[in-house]
């Protein structure tokens, strides 16, 4: 069974903060996603990676940077967290050629 | 016109019933479609992806893609309670097959 896990289920920061949320997948997937999803908008993909050290901006990148290092784990980093970074945090992990992305359980983040 | 286009519901159906969820797309999107259910307070799972024209079938669950008409339809038969939860139209962006847009997402309820 493939696993993602993500180090925080809620978050609690204020303004300004460096916040930094993790995720790790347990089987050697390529490519890693981080998504927000806000009522009324949906999931939107902030950043993706295809391979350590690889990255590309998604669809919403302003005030956000990742890192990966390893190939298991991509990190999400917010460098000054605001109030409108309040959101739910998915990360995602796929193999290559695999049409099947798998979510972790969420971080629920709130900035106060 | 959004790329990927949801009902946000509620679609209320009762038990035993059949729920048809229905998603139309852009021609900003790849021919690549995903159905993913998501439980109130989880993460998205996948149910069923489609590339065809026609109809895919699996357990109690059909996809539906008109090209054509540029939607696509996830039938749900003999709906159970606990079927209830909100159901996620994707595609895949064109020209970029690593990005997965995501509808809004249609809650159903299936009333016992």
């Known amino acids: 069974d493939v696993k993602v896990t993500q180090s925080s289920r809620y978050l609690v920061k204020r303004t300004g903060e460096k916040v930094f949320l993790e995720c790790v997948q347990d089987?050697?997937?390529?490519?890693m996603f981080w998504y927000r999803q806000d009522p009324g908008l949906g999931l939107r993909l902030i950043y993706f990676s295809y391979d350590v050290k690889m990255k590309e901006k998604g669809d919403i990148p302003e005030g956000y940077s990742v890192s990966r290092e390893k190939k298991e784990r991509f990190s999400l980093i917010l460098e000054s967290a605001s109030t409108n970074q309040t959101s739910m945090y998915l990360c995602?992990?796929?193999?290559?050629?695999?049409?099947?992305?798998?979510f972790g359980p969420g971080t629920r983040l709130l900035v106060l | 016109q959004k790329e990927v286009e949801q009902n946000s519901g509620p679609l209320s159906v009762p038990e035993g019933a059949i729920a048809s969820l229905n998603c139309t797309y852009s021609d900003r999107v790849s021919q690549s479609f995903f159905w993913y259910r998501q439980y109130s307070g989880k993460s998205p799972e996948l149910i069923m992806s489609i590339y065809s024209n026609g109809d895919k079938e699996d357990g109690r669950f059909t996809a539906q893609l008109n090209k054509a008409s540029q939607y696509v339809s996830l039938l749900i038969r003999d709906s159970q309670p606990s079927d209830s939860a909100t159901y996620l139209c994707a595609a895949l962006r064109r020209g970029a097959t690593n990005k997965l847009i995501f509808g809004t997402g249609t809650l159903l309820a299936v009333q016992p």
């Open positions: 089987m050697d997937h390529e490519n």
């Open positions: 995602a992990s796929r193999r290559g050629g695999d049409e099947t992305q798998y």
